[in-house]
């Protein structure tokens, strides 16, 4: 029960009859001798196994221990790596979706200002008698005044978001 315990939680560790021989100072012969049965360590000796296998003395003495097979480890490791990679996929796909719509509002907001620039503020001149007109001038006043105001501001934070965007190289 002991050697077979022994052995299990050694492999399940992925150490080497040698290294744990290492890490307990001994020969790696007296590993095997413990995992063959044919020797058993003293009281001590047991409780440094039980700290290196990281496992208590009762397990190692008694409870029946099965190997965990590696191959289970290595495929549950190959998920993460490839959930990782479609995180961070989905986080580079996100980055230059927003890298380009900051590059397009700063097209847009360029576009508005020459426009307003070569209109020169049109509704100045509107007739405000008739309704339709004035409605209209108000309207086309009012924007002009919010985008004069807030153009800039959003200029720059969206010249800042594209250099924050960039591909780092």
Request: charged share 25%; proline share 2%.
């Amino acid at each position: 029960m002991l050697s077979e315990n022994i052995k299990a939680l050694r492999k399940s560790k992925g150490l080497s009859q040698e290294e744990l021989a290492i890490k307990l100072n001994v020969v790696r012969q007296t590993i095997s001798k413990w995992e063959q049965g044919l020797s058993v360590p003293d009281s001590d000796m047991l409780i440094a196994l039980s700290e290196a296998l990281e496992t208590s003395a009762s397990t190692l003495l008694g409870e029946t221990v099965t190997e965990s097979k590696v191959d289970d480890i290595k495929m549950l490791s190959e998920k993460l790596e490839i959930i990782n990679l479609q995180l961070a996929r989905r986080k580079t796909t996100r980055r230059k979706i927003l890298h380009w719509l900051l590059i397009s509002l700063c097209i847009v907001i360029g576009i508005l200002a020459a426009a307003l620039f070569v209109c020169k503020s049109p509704y100045l001149g509107w007739n405000y008698r008739d309704p339709e007109t004035a409605i209209v001038g108000v309207a086309f006043h009012a924007f002009e005044w919010l985008f004069v105001r807030l153009a800039p501001i959003v200029l720059i934070g969206a010249i800042v978001g594209i250099f924050l965007t960039r591909k780092k190289a």
